[in-house]
Each structure stands twice: as structure tokens, then as C-alpha cells.
């Protein structure tokens, strides 16, 4: 099976930074994404950043140039670096990873419990 861990969320003035990890740990050799969502409250979960298996990033068009996602393959921690943040930010950022199913051509996605990150002065 595959668990995914996150940390990093809290509570940050608005223009400041906060940095978002992921551990994973399981079966992910064959893993086809991780990414970042997040959900507002009242709002459906939406993808904040992905990064593929080849390293391709992409990007929800609300952070783009403001946070970056990247990935250590040695500690299978994936990491989302986030600046300029804005009230609008606020929300909890759930990590992802999607992965082949065996003998099919769909992907499985596996979560994180979420953290809270919170823009407010």
C-alpha cells in the first residue's frame, strides 16, 4: 500500500512563505504523478501542482509564479514551496500520487490527511 504524509501547514501573514512536504513511503516505483491539491472551506478540492514521473510540472493558474513544486526521488518526499501567499491561499492542501493500476489502463490516487494553511494577518 501506499501513505502519504504531509507537514508543513500553519497559519502565515499575507506576502509571507511557507514550505509543504509530502513523505511517502509504499509501492511507488511505478508511480505515474504526485501533485498538490487544496480545498477551501465550502469549496470542491481543486489541483494547486503536479509533477510527473519525467519531472513535468503544472501549475492551477491562481499560483503560478508564486509556488513550485519539486520532488527528492532519494527521500520520496515531494515538497511544494509557496510565496507571495494570499489570503485566498487558505485551505487544506491534501498530497497525491497516482499510480497504474495492475492490468489496467487507469491510475489509482492515494492521499494524505491534509494540512491546514491558513493566510491572515
Known amino acids: 500500500q501506499v501513505q502519504l504524509v504531509e507537514s508543513g501547514g500553519g497559519l502565515v501573514q499575507p506576502g509571507g512563505s511557507l514550505r509543504l512536504s509530502c513523505a511517502i513511503s509504499?509501492?511507488?516505483?511505478?508511480?505515474?504523478?504526485m501533485g498538490w491539491y487544496r480545498q477551501a472551506p465550502g469549496k470542491q478540492r481543486k489541483l494547486v501542482a503536479t509533477?510527473?514521473?519525467?519531472?513535468?510540472?503544472n501549475y492551477d493558474d491562481s499560483v503560478k509564479g508564486r509556488f513550485t513544486i519539486s520532488r527528492d526521488n532519494a527521500k520520496n518526499t515531494v515538497y511544494l514551496q509557496m510565496t507571495s501567499l494570499k489570503p485566498e491561499d487558505t485551505a487544506v492542501y491534501s498530497c497525491?500520487?497516482?499510480?497504474?493500476?495492475?492490468?489496467?489502463?487507469?491510475?489509482?490516487?492515494?492521499w494524505g490527511q491534509g494540512t491546514q494553511v491558513t493566510v491572515s494577518s
Open positions: 497525491n500520487l497516482k499510480r497504474p493500476r495492475v492490468f489496467s489502463p487507469s491510475v489509482e490516487d492515494f
Open positions: 509533477i510527473t514521473r519525467g519531472g513535468s510540472t
Open positions: 509504499g509501492s511507488i516505483l511505478s508511480f505515474v504523478s
